[in-house]
């Protein structure tokens, strides 16, 4: 069984590498509403982009799969991670959440000369040639931060713990996961329930939060290289301000329920494609 485990819990990291480096395709603008807001700093892309960074996840698994899974795949994938259902939940979960004021000032932020170059550098940093530059020169300039700047360092730990990057990943990592081991389980004529498949993404993934704290680092190295060490400053002030706490943490938390249920819902119609579970 580890022989088909352990291939697909690199292609679960590939797929959420992609998902963690999507972010606004646009600039940021004024918002007053928690749909706003999520559309002002690129959670609304970010969720958008989850379906079909899925549907394609099923290429980076190395095992050979047959015609019969492919299909199978494609049938589950119909309706499954659909970015207007999961943004209406988590908007539902989030609703009420945030007080008035909090909504203000990142409103505020957000529609700042701050708030657009940051959103500005994460689109630059989002596209094609960004995420292979951040493969590569990433992991160099993280390298070099110790010696270099190691101020610039310690804010860059801080910003991705106050935006909770390594939570959220682990949390797609897991139900992504849930949802890919299910398939290759069912390919493999080996069905289990889904109360043992979750076991077992949980011991697979024993290490993966190491993996994703260590790609957050080598992202937030290459994105924020070129913003001033002031300005830099001034971002993780908001981010641990009452509104950028408040919303991270909820954001986190609508997340993790919503990708729960659509990546067990996506496993059931996997099985069912399979031929392993009734409709």
Request: proline share 3%; aromatic share 8%.
């Given at each position: 069984?580890t022989?088909?485990?352990?291939?697909?819990?690199?292609?679960?990291?590939?797929v959420?590498a992609?998902?963690?480096?999507l972010?606004?395709?646009?600039?940021?603008?004024?918002a007053q509403?928690?749909?706003?807001?999520n559309r002002?700093?690129?959670?609304h892309?970010?969720?958008m982009?989850?379906g079909?960074n899925?549907a394609n996840?099923i290429?980076?698994?190395?095992e050979?799969?047959?015609?019969?899974?492919?299909?199978a795949w494609s049938?589950?994938m119909?309706?499954?991670?659909?970015?207007?259902?999961?943004?209406?939940?988590?908007?539902s979960?989030?609703?009420?959440?945030?007080?008035?004021?909090?909504l203000?000032d990142?409103?505020?932020?957000?529609?700042?000369?701050?708030?657009?170059?940051?959103?500005?550098?994460?689109?630059?940093?989002s596209?094609?040639?960004?995420?292979?530059?951040?493969?590569?020169?990433?992991?160099?300039i993280?390298?070099?931060?110790?010696?270099?700047?190691a101020v610039?360092?310690?804010l860059y730990?801080?910003?991705?713990?106050?935006?909770?990057?390594v939570?959220?990943g682990?949390?797609?990592?897991?139900?992504?996961g849930?949802?890919m081991f299910?398939?290759?389980?069912?390919?493999?004529g080996k069905?289990?329930p889904d109360?043992?498949?979750?076991?077992?993404?949980?011991?697979?993934?024993?290490k993966v939060r190491q993996?994703?704290?260590?790609?957050?680092?080598?992202s937030?190295a290459?994105?924020y290289r070129?913003?001033?060490?002031e300005?830099?400053?001034?971002?993780s002030?908001?981010?641990?301000?009452?509104a950028?706490?408040?919303?991270?943490?909820?954001?986190?938390?609508?997340?993790?329920?919503?990708?729960?249920?659509?990546?067990?819902?996506f496993g059931?119609?996997l099985?069912v494609?399979?031929?392993?579970?009734?409709?």
């Amino acid at each position: 069984m580890t022989s088909f485990l352990v291939p697909t819990t690199r292609a679960v990291l590939v797929v959420c590498a992609l998902l963690l480096g999507l972010v606004a395709a646009t600039v940021a603008a004024p918002a007053q509403t928690i749909g706003e807001i999520n559309r002002a700093n690129g959670f609304h892309e970010m969720l958008m982009g989850i379906g079909p960074n899925i549907a394609n996840g099923i290429k980076s698994i190395p095992e050979p799969l047959s015609k019969n899974f492919h299909e199978a795949w494609s049938a589950a994938m119909e309706g499954s991670f659909d970015g207007a259902r999961m943004e209406t939940a988590v908007e539902s979960q989030m609703a009420d959440k945030l007080a008035a004021a909090d909504l203000s000032d990142l409103a505020t932020f957000y529609a700042s000369a701050l708030g657009k170059r940051v959103t500005a550098l994460e689109i630059q940093s989002s596209g094609s040639e960004g995420k292979e530059s951040k493969r590569t020169d990433g992991k160099r300039i993280l390298a070099e931060l110790p010696s270099k700047d190691a101020v610039r360092l310690e804010l860059y730990r801080k910003i991705m713990d106050d935006i909770s990057a390594v939570d959220t990943g682990e949390a797609m990592a897991l139900n992504i996961g849930y949802a890919m081991f299910s398939g290759v389980l069912g390919a493999a004529g080996k069905p289990l329930p889904d109360d043992q498949i979750m076991a077992l993404v949980h011991r697979q993934y024993a290490k993966v939060r190491q993996t994703i704290e260590k790609n957050v680092m080598e992202s937030a190295a290459y994105t924020y290289r070129d913003l001033p060490l002031e300005e830099l400053k001034l971002y993780s002030t908001f981010l641990a301000s009452s509104a950028g706490h408040h919303y991270y943490d909820q954001m986190l938390t609508a997340l993790s329920a919503v990708m729960a249920v659509e990546a067990r819902s996506f496993g059931h119609r996997l099985f069912v494609a399979l031929g392993y579970r009734k409709a």
